[in-house]
């Protein structure tokens, strides 16, 4: 998400933003939700990669599985996409991952193994 101003202290632990009228979502977040703006440093370049083409449609390519965890009683798997950096990982439910079940398989795979090493 791009940088926002901090309108206003709701509370320790809220705070309002200042977002454009095309974003909506709730004005007041959580201080969990929020980091501190890096400015990007003077002369570097930010090239994102280009998005992959599958089954007609755009999408960012999944370069590793690194966690999996269990929220509400749906499987989340942390991403790092292809040409990213780890502060643009995300926590993914299996459904979007559709198109990178060889990944999602690769690293249950390992997980168990970790796993059974640990008993």
């Known amino acids: 998400m791009d940088p926002y101003k901090v309108k206003g202290i709701i509370s320790s632990n809220a705070i309002e933003l200042e977002l454009p009228k095309s974003i909506k979502i709730h004005l007041v977040v ?3 939700r929020v980091q501190l703006y890096k400015l990007q440093v ?3 370049k930010k ?3 280009k998005l992959v083409i599958i089954k007609g449609e755009e999408e960012f390519e999944v370069e590793k599985i690194l966690n999996k965890r269990m929220v509400r009683g749906k499987e989340k798997f942390l991403v790092r996409w292809k040409g990213y950096t780890a502060e643009e990982d ?3 439910n299996r459904e979007n ?3 990178a ?3 999602v398989e690769e ?5 168990r193994e970790e796993v059974k090493e640990l008993r």
């Open 30 to 32: 959580n201080i969990s």
């Open 107 to 111: 690293f249950e795979r390992e997980y």
């Open 47 to 49: 090239t994102l990669p």
């Open 42 to 44: 003077e002369g570097q």
């Open 90 to 92: 995300i926590w993914e």
């Open 97 to 99: 991952l559709e198109n």
């Open 101 to 103: 079940k060889e990944l």
